[in-house]
């Protein structure tokens, strides 16, 4: 149980005395200064006049400790982004911070990927990964960048190192972007999204790649989400011209054909 020192903490983040938030609330000050120092319980109805007060969910103030969460995550709840308000989880996210106390951006690289499938959530994991700044990103959100590999998503060349900025509210991805999603089966992907959350509680994952096909993941076997917003490369991304795509598309038949062969077969 956290509500004691996240109102306090949040009081004084806002520079607010106990009197200000007393007299606001309609409470005495030794009410107030009760509930802080965890020497009085509140009601159901103190509860929600805090909620309303700090637009906190009741569940964040409760179970979440707000201290520890990172500067960007607090930007957002101040500005009244709470995926608990949309009967969510709340996703905390592990990250660094710089001497200024602002979110760096943490690199995983290709060796990196297999201990941060299960290290992404341990502090120690994730101080130890190189950091780096973008200064024309924006220093209200939080980003990480991913090297990724493989063709599937050609024309960006194997080896990019891909950014995302993070996802809380997994049902507002949006059809056709693009996102770099972690997995527990398959680790890292970068891929194409097809939202059916809601509906079906899944993702439906495509490459750019035409040569590879679509394929389902539900949700409850993803643990993160960033939203794609830009990559660094030093080769020039292939030319996919006419010849190439009718290639492609050669391949794919061939494939298709394959598989009606082997179904007619009961391969």
Aim: net charge neutral; hydrophobic share 35%.
């Amino acid at each position: 149980m956290f509500f004691s020192s996240n109102i306090k903490f949040l009081r004084k983040r806002r520079g607010r005395t106990q009197d200000d938030v007393a007299v606001t609330l309609t409470m005495k000050r030794s009410t107030l200064s009760g509930y802080e120092n965890n020497i009085a319980q509140p009601g159901f109805e103190t509860l929600i006049a805090f909620s309303k007060y700090y637009n906190v969910a009741i569940d964040t103030l409760i179970r979440v400790d707000l201290v520890k969460i990172p500067e960007s995550q607090l930007r957002q709840l101040e500005r009244g982004y709470d995926v608990f308000l949309k009967g969510s989880n709340l996703r905390i996210l592990t990250t660094t911070v710089g001497s200024d106390n602002e979110d760096n951006i943490e690199l995983v690289s290709e060796k990196a990927k297999a201990g941060y499938t299960s290290g992404f959530a341990d502090p120690e994991y994730i101080s130890i990964l190189p950091t780096f700044r973008l200064p024309f990103l924006s220093r209200q959100k939080k980003y990480r960048t991913f090297q990724i590999n493989g063709d599937s998503m050609l024309p960006i060349p194997h080896g990019s190192w891909v950014t995302g900025v993070f996802i809380q509210d997994w049902t507002t991805l949006r059809d056709r972007d693009a996102y770099i999603i972690l997995t527990m089966e398959e680790g890292i992907v970068f891929k194409v999204v097809e939202n059916r959350i809601k509906t079906e509680g899944k993702l439906v994952l495509h490459s750019l790649n035409p040569l590879y096909e679509p394929y389902d993941i539900n949700t409850r076997d993803i643990r993160e989400i960033w939203q794609f917003v830009h990559y660094i490369s030093p080769k020039i991304p292939e030319n996919l011209n006419s010849e190439n795509y009718h290639l492609v598309e050669t391949v794919k038949q061939l494939r298709n054909d394959i598989q009606a062969i082997q179904t007619r077969l009961n391969i």
